[in-house]
């Protein structure tokens, strides 16, 4: 054999690899993340999230739609569920299956407990419990901003938004000094810090000098100055402190985004564009974004109530196609993270089946721990059938799994969908840092994700 010969058949052969890495940044990828970032900022939480996505979809001409209205071919409309979780959809002339991409808009966090209030030493703090799956370490010393709603006693809603303008207070949970660790140091990263002590400090102003909880009090008294609120109105709030920066270019190649909540509004944004992007397919399109997948994804706002199952069954019904069918014949990409490789822990990954940052946009065929436990693990068919398509729109992509077998593992809401007898696949953002306030991405590959599922959406 001859050497071109053999470099023919290592090429013809074996599999490679594709880097973004060294092409070009261009103003398209830019001008996304721009768009991306507005979007991570002024969508924290999952209402926030929601809200952000009625505005767009309005100004998009979709219309509110509720149970029972009549559907109309061609007709663009969104499902509110309850301002936490939303279905945006679209009627294409092939309503015999629908095309769906579903990810989720809550992100790892603390929420305030609902009788959060207390003074310790004349410092005033709030009691939290954790959302999600954090290191509880990593929410220690950084600034916290406080995003949520209170519901007062007549039943009116409060939204509050402290700590994200550069003139608000901030507030955040204190860690000991180095000086005095000598003992915490000892412990294990997990029970250094607990639960319980992720307190956030929130005041040391005493209202009187009289008063022995004077700190609470006058806390108690500027939240009602500013919402009309009591410390009663805490049991029906959800009040949530997340980092209080905002999203920022990292590198100095501005190659990569820093920011709370990648996780998943890396999938959730280019779903929801790409789903306004494709006004001209023909098919009937979804986009879901869903709460409570860092959960679970329990309850009436997650993946596991019937909502969006009953929202298909009323789009059967008003075409006259059999319900059944439609799902069989239906595909859903769950779009959620992935772990990027990252060198700095190389002893977690797995190489040759990890994902990697400016790899472009990541298929899981299965996600789970513990062999392959709490997986939908997507039919061979179904991967090849993405992988054609990802090939002939020429986007980059890749396949990985989250980390070496029996590391750790996780999940998204693709066993939810496929349990109701719909064809899906794992595919998003390769993240580093995943969970913790100031998660990494970078800019080609969340482009390559927006145009993956916009390839997706104008497929037959
Ligand atoms: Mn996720
Ligand atoms: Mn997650």
Redesign the pocket.
Known sequence: MTKKELEKTKKDLSYNRVSLSAKPQTEAINDYAQGYKAFLDNAKTEREAVKYAVELLSSKGYKPFMFGDKLEKGGKYYLNNRQKSICAFRIGQNVDGVKLVGA?IDSPRLDIKQNPLYEQQDMAYLKTHYYGGIRKYQWATIPLALHGVIVKKDGQVVDVKIGDDLDDPVLCITDLLPHLSREQNQKPLATAFTGEGLNILIGSQSICEEEKDGVKLNILKLLNEKYGITETDFLSAELCAVPAQNARDLGLDRSMISAYGH??RVCSYPALTAFIDTEDSEETCLCLLADK??TGSDGVTGSQCSILYDLLDEICENFGVNKNRVRMNSTCLSA??TAGYDPLYADAFEKANATYINGGVALCKFTGSGGKGGTSDAAAELVGKVRMLLDKNEIVWQLGELGKVDQGGGG?IAKYVANRNIDTIDIGVPVLSMHSPLEVISKKDLYETYRAFKCFYLSK
Request: glycine share 0%; proline share 0%; charged share 60%.
């Open positions: 989720h996780d998943d997948e860092e959620d993270v998204t």
